[in-house]
């Protein structure tokens, strides 16, 4: 069974950072491409990362390029965010997800419970 | 970038209807397109990719269709615990947008 377990989150104030990791379990973690999903309160669901399983390859939307770095340990099964430059919009509970393809199809087929990141002074 | 937008963005039904949410996106992709399922607190769920396939340990009342443009996730016979809120998604091509939601509650 996929887990994906979150920690990380807490309240820092505006230009402050923060690191999340995720930890994965009950399936190879290093076969996977892995994401990180954000969910702003009361908002719907927002990509922001994306990295291959084995990090040769990194993608992010334009709402975090050059603040957020998205790294990988395939030696301990764990996906990590690293946020600088915070701003309140970055308030949300973040969420990490396995990415599974079959041929050219993706989804994201395990998610981790979230943990919340909140921007304020 | 990729534009998915979905309808109604909220749907009220009883248990036991049909319910039908769309999901149109701006470009042509195929059959890549997935369906999550939120409820409140807690992580998404798959229920449908590629369209159109049913992801392990779905219920069968769920089912999706459409290609290129234009998609559909039907639910037959709604139970309770169908009301949640559902996204599309395209998991394809950066970025990996997902539509806006459609918030299904009982009437």
């Known amino acids: 069974e996929v887990q994906l377990v979150e920690s990380g989150g807490d309240l820092v104030q505006p230009g402050g950072s923060l690191r999340l990791s995720c930890a994965a379990s009950?399936?190879?973690?290093?076969?996977?491409?892995m994401n990180w999903v954000r969910q702003a309160p009361g908002k719907g669901l927002e990509w922001i990362s994306f990295i291959n399983y084995n990090g040769g390859a990194i993608l992010y939307a334009d709402s975090v390029k050059g603040r957020f770095v998205i790294t990988r340990d395939n030696a301990k099964e764990s996906l990590f965010l690293q946020m600088n430059s915070l701003r309140a919009e970055d308030t949300a509970v973040y969420y990490c997800?396995?990415?599974?393809?079959?041929?050219?199809?993706?989804?994201?087929?395990?998610w981790g419970q979230g943990t919340l990141v909140t921007v304020s002074s | 970038d990729m534009q998915m937008t979905q309808s109604p963005s909220f749907v009220s039904a009883s248990v036991g209807d049909r319910v039908t949410i769309t999901c149109r996106a701006s470009q042509a992709i195929s059959s890549w397109l997935a369906w999550y399922q939120q409820k409140p607190g807690k992580a998404p769920k798959l229920l449908i990719y590629s369209a159109s396939n049913l992801q392990s340990g779905v219920p069968s009342r769920f089912s999706g269709s459409g290609s290129g443009t234009e998609f559909s996730l039907t639910i037959s016979g709604l139970q309770p615990e169908d009301f949640a809120i559902y996204y599309c998604?395209?998991?394809?091509?950066?970025?990996?947008?997902f539509g806006q939601g459609t918030k299904l509650e009982i009437k």
């Open positions: 998604q395209h998991p394809n091509k950066f970025p990996y947008t």
């Open positions: 997800a396995r990415q599974y393809c079959i041929s050219e199809s993706c989804s994201f087929d395990g």
């Open positions: 009950g399936f190879p973690f290093g076969s996977y491409a």
